[in-house]
């Protein structure tokens, strides 16, 4: 069992930043892919960036060049900086971990954490 927490949400003019974190409790990790997805009013959720275990990287088109993310595998964390945020950015963001138990990969989600940009 993996419980992730997530911190750094907040209110933000629009052209600001913020940072994200998250961080993973638990025993047995084995984590693969870290992520942050996010979920506004109305819309499914989308992936907003993932990182593997192997420190590779992807982006949804949206963020690309504006948000980063990295994962600290000693401290079990993984971060989003949130740069030049946009309204349309606002959202309920989600860490999302996936982890190796028993050969098989399990999904865990953290409770959210809303980002709200203002124009």
């Known amino acids: 069992q993996v419980q992730l927490v997530e911190s750094g949400g907040g209110l933000v003019q629009a052209g600001g930043s913020l940072r994200l974190s998250c961080v993973a409790s638990g025993r047995r990790f084995n984590i693969q892919r870290m992520a942050w997805y996010r979920q506004a009013p109305g819309k499914q959720r989308e992936l907003v960036a993932g990182?593997?275990?192997?420190?590779?990287?992807d982006y949804g088109d949206s963020v690309k060049g504006r948000f980063t993310i990295s994962r600290d595998n000693a401290k079990i964390t993984v971060d989003l900086q949130m740069n030049d945020l946009k309204p349309e950015d606002t959202a309920v963001y989600y860490c999302?971990?996936?982890?190796?138990?028993?050969?098989?990969?399990?999904?865990?989600w953290g409770q959210g954490t809303q980002v709200t940009v203002s124009s």
């Open positions: 990182v593997s275990s192997g420190g590779c990287t």
């Open positions: 999302n971990v996936e982890n190796l138990e028993g050969g098989c990969l399990r999904g865990y």
